[in-house]
């Protein structure tokens, strides 16, 4: 159970902690390359 602890804390405790962060990047970056897409009048 220890081994099995250890290599699974550090990929749970990336993506708890960098999860949101990626996913409002991800968001954010869609729509910054929506709007260069559009043509600007």
């Known amino acids: 159970m220890d ?3 250890s290599i699974f804390t550090m990929p749970i405790g990336l993506a708890l902690c960098f999860g949101p962060a ?3 990047w991800w968001l954010t970056r869609d729509k910054q390359a929506a709007e ?3 043509p600007k009048h």
Do not use: S
């Open 3 to 5: 081994k099995f602890w």
């Open 22 to 24: 990626m996913l409002v």
């Open 36 to 38: 260069k897409d559009e």
